[in-house]
């Protein structure tokens, strides 16, 4: 697969999640209330409002709702972090498995969708998050080009309409150059593909 090409449906979900794994396991204990490229919140929270959002992603399926607010999140952690958070993806992984690849209307958080940007939707929030926290806590794992551009066509759809009437994400960040898939779509939702921590 080239640097550039999608992962599609299903598997983009299951790779973002994995992302999300991977980071949220090699958090050190010291950094989680460190802050993110997320304003205002810590690793924590962001941790606990992406644990959120994919629960509602599972949830509204069967039409739940999750038992918080995802942009309200807690500054607290509840448990192990990477087990809590595993309880919750395997959940929606299941249950996403369980859909026709050729659903036309899957019921989600932001209305009813094709699976394709269902899940990539769903992926968007993960991995987005995911590497909110990697940058935060120092960690060198960069979101890969491959699920991100699985994600773009989510974000294309979505994050606009969002952007204008919920004020969920910053403006777009203009890059110099093109970039890879990645970089292009942390930028479009408003993220710095170069953001660091400030040194202490």
């Known amino acids: 697969m080239g640097a550039n090409q999608a992962f599609e449906g299903v598997e983009v979900l299951d790779r973002a999640h994995a992302y999300l794994r991977e980071v949220v396991a090699a958090v050190p204990e010291e950094a989680w209330g460190a802050p993110t490229p997320c304003a205002e919140w810590t690793v924590r929270q962001v941790l606990n409002h992406a ?3 994919q629960q509602a992603y599972g949830l509204t399926l069967t039409g739940g709702r999750p038992d918080a607010d995802p942009f309200q999140p807690a500054d607290v952690l509840d448990g192990d972090p990477a087990d809590e958070l595993t309880k919750v993806l395997d959940a929606v992984a299941e249950a ?7 659903a036309e209307s ?6 009813p969708l094709p699976l394709r940007l269902a899940a990539a939707a769903a992926a968007m929030d993960a991995a987005v ?3 909110d926290i990697a940058v935060a806590t120092r960690q060198d794992r960069p979101l890969a080009p491959e699920p991100a551009a699985g994600i773009r066509p989510a974000a294309d759809r979505l994050v606009p309409h969002l952007r204008a009437s919920y004020h969920v994400f910053a403006l777009e960040v203009a890059l110099s150059g093109t970039g890879d898939a990645a970089g292009s779509l942390l930028a479009f939702l408003g993220r710095d593909p170069h953001w660091t921590p400030a040194e202490s």
């Open 96 to 102: 996403y498995a369980q859909l026709p690849a050729d």
């Open 51 to 53: 644990r959120i959002d």
């Open 106 to 111: 899957v019921p989600t958080p932001l209305g």
């Open 129 to 131: 998050h995911a590497w």
